[in-house]
């Protein structure tokens, strides 16, 4: 699926259930009136704890996605990985929300953490962000921080990942080039106050 903004994904213990589901519609339902199949049109996050209130933003919903590892070349096995969520998190996630934002303005990577951040709350899950959370003050410091393998820049990544209220775990995988990378996986502690940081961003 190719979307114009940033996307994230909650990860959830339990596979969907009518009280969850009801929920997923509740939460959903209260962005705005547009809601259709798997897309809505947000114009407040107000209702969920944000401060969004405006234009409609579109955002696509895919409930019971695939687990975001289940096509990543990881180094370490999706059972393994699975259970290290477990150890750190106390959650084994076994189904999925992705929200995919269409647009790519600031107010839709704010959204987007609402929506996030709303559902991790509410239905118990942790955000896998798509990617590595990366201040900008951090790769503008470190030379060819984007071409660099993750074990030359994972010091500088988790300095400031650690500064922060919560958890936030990086899982490394190899890129279709053959790079070590990594992306992070996060919970609602953290999520909230990278929102509030200054150089909030989620990832495209």
Known sequence: MNVAGPVAQVLFATAATTSWQATLDDILGSLGPGQEANS???VTTRPIGGL???TSRPFLIDIDGDLPWAEMGLLAEVGETRTFYERVFGLR?????TVSAMCNQPEDHRILADIALCLA???NGIIDMGGLIVPRHVFLSTPDFWNAPWPAVQSRVQAFTKSMPGTAVALAYWTASGREWAWHTVDAAF???????????MIK
């Open 121 to 123: 709350q509410r239905l």
């Open 191 to 201: 999520l909230q106050a990278w929102l509030r940081h200054p150089e909030f961003h």
């Open 52 to 54: 969004y209130e405006g």
């Open 93 to 97: 996630p076994n189904s999925a929300v």
């Open 40 to 42: 809505i049109q947000v």
